[in-house]
């Protein structure tokens, strides 16, 4: 049964609608992209991911009312009711923090914040490459889970390689031999997967 | 490897991930190389961050890819992979866990509102 209220704010804008179904954690902007893209080329970034981030509060406070008519509320009901209030006051906390600490942003800090939370691999070309691995096709949501850890995995590597950098004393951009260093100590923390050494026991 | 090399000359247009991150992958054009550079400026490193280290990158992240991909075909349903394969892969990364978590219970509630909000439309 859709409630009347949430779809005249959904008609409003696509923005809005994306920015209400990012109320767990903050750093679920990656798949409404293209509702992003539309709103991009109206307002200037920095102004519309503030915006974003004032109206992923609303959010939360219009989804206490709203989950209960969902039917998707089966799901989370599992959960006792004081443990799902709780981590709905925790993730306001965050969110109101998160607020706080964006509206603090310099100009550039500002710039590297958006390209943080936009940028993402082309879902085609991860589709592409997993299939032709497989040699059969992959679901949508294979898809996303992949792009999000390889994501994820990027950041790892490039925030190691930071570490390196600045413990050799050298400054960005990153040369190869930081990235080197760091794909090593990952390694050796097994971080990155590795199949083609086989541990053989009992040599 | 000899096979690498082989299909790497009439390789452009499909895009063949076999091969590790220290092997000469040639000809094969770069895929990500555009959205390597946001994504490592987003991290922290330089606004325009050297080729040579996106490169290095870029063949990590289709070597973890390819990894993943045949670590998930050798598990749960044999020859493809699904989403459960994946998400049991990833259990020992808190990070990735988490997010891989979030990303798909997001994807649903999109699909949800997408939904609810096309049938609006439509009734009325």
Redesign the interface.
Known sequence: MADPARIKTESNSENSLAARESPKTEDTEEVPVTSDADTESKDSSSQSLKREHKQDSVAGDDEDEGTSDQPASKKLKVEPEKKKEKRQKVDEDEIQKMQVLVSSFSEEQLNRYEMYRRSAFPKAAIKRLIQSITGSSVSQNVVIAMSGISKVFAGEIVEEALDVCEKWGDTPPLQPKHMREAVRRLKSREQIPNTKHKNILFH | MAEEEDEAGFDED?????G??DGNHGKRKR??SK??R?????????Q???T??VD??ED???E????????A?SIGRQ?????ED??FL?RK?P??F???K?????????K??RK??D???YGS
């Open positions: 499909l895009d063949d991930g076999a590790g991150a895929l990500f959205e390597l946001c994504m490592m400026y987003g991290f922290g490193d330089d325009n961050p050297y040579e280290s290095i990158l990590l992240v289709i973890f890819v390819t990894e993943m991909t045949h670590k075909m020859g493809r992979v699904q989403v994946i998400v990833i990364d990070r990735k988490a997010r891989v979030d990303l798909l219970t997001m994807n649903e509630e999109l949800r509102a609810a909000f049938e609006a439309n």
